[in-house]
T-cell receptor, first 111, second 112 residues
């Protein structure tokens, strides 16, 4: 079973700051998801990565397959970015039972 | 295109009762997966259905069951509810493989 570690667990920052959330995993994967969960529960998939880097608006996600590590960056952070960010990895054949989630990073952006 | 919908959004039940939750996937999606989220355990995989067949199952007791209908809508059932079943239950759909999933808003179940 893949072990997924996220850091930091909690992060409070000021509006406008550059944010980095890290995700490390123990076993080789076929893909990695970054998810965002706002208070109230709904989850939104931000990125799915298997290599390299993806960018969407102010969000950037990178993955280093050799180092088994991914980062999620938020540029020019805004209070609406306050949410829990969850890393999820797909291992082996990529079936849903191979999906392992991190515990999440609770981000608060203060105005 | 409408997203994944789940009903009901909130539910309060008593220990020993049973509950049925519903999930309607994105149109055209054939795979539906269910997850349980609790503060202590985080997100855990329950099961996945594809074309009305359970394709994968997580490590949960037999009180947790599910099914999928021919229109890809899925239900999950929890019998003989326990206090520890209080959680947010999320469903996610994908076209074929759970490789890229779209999550619903969740059903928050409270067992008293």
């Amino acid at each position: 079973k893949n072990e997924v570690e996220q850091s930091p667990q909690n992060l409070t920052a000021q509006e406008g700051e550059f944010i980095t959330i890290n995700c490390s995993y123990s076993v080789g994967i076929s893909a990695l998801h970054w998810l965002q969960q706002h208070p109230g529960g709904g989850i939104v998939s931000l990125f799915m990565l298997s290599s390299g880097k993806k960018k969407h608006g102010r969000l950037i996600a990178t993955i280093n397959i050799q180092e088994k590590h991914s980062s999620l960056h938020i540029t020019a952070s805004h209070p609406r970015d306050s949410a829990v960010y969850i890393c999820a990895v797909f291992t082996s054949g990529g079936g849903a039972d191979g999906l392992t989630f991190g515990k999440g990073t609770h981000l608060i952006i203060q105005p | 295109k409408a997203g994944v919908t789940q009903t009901p959004r909130y539910l309060i039940k008593t220990r020993g009762q049973q509950v049925t939750l519903s999930c309607s996937p994105i149109s055209g999606h054939r795979s539906v997966s269910w997850y349980q989220q609790t503060p202590g355990q985080g997100l855990q995989f329950l099961f996945e259905y594809f074309s009305e067949t359970q394709r994968n199952k997580g490590n949960f007791p037999g009180r947790f069951s599910g099914r999928q209908f021919s229109n890809s809508r899925s239900e999950m059932n929890v019998s003989t509810l326990e206090l520890g079943d209080s959680a947010l239950y999320l469903c996610a759909s994908s076209l074929v493989s759970p490789y890229e999933q779209y999550f619903g808003p969740g059903t928050r179940l409270t067992v008293t």
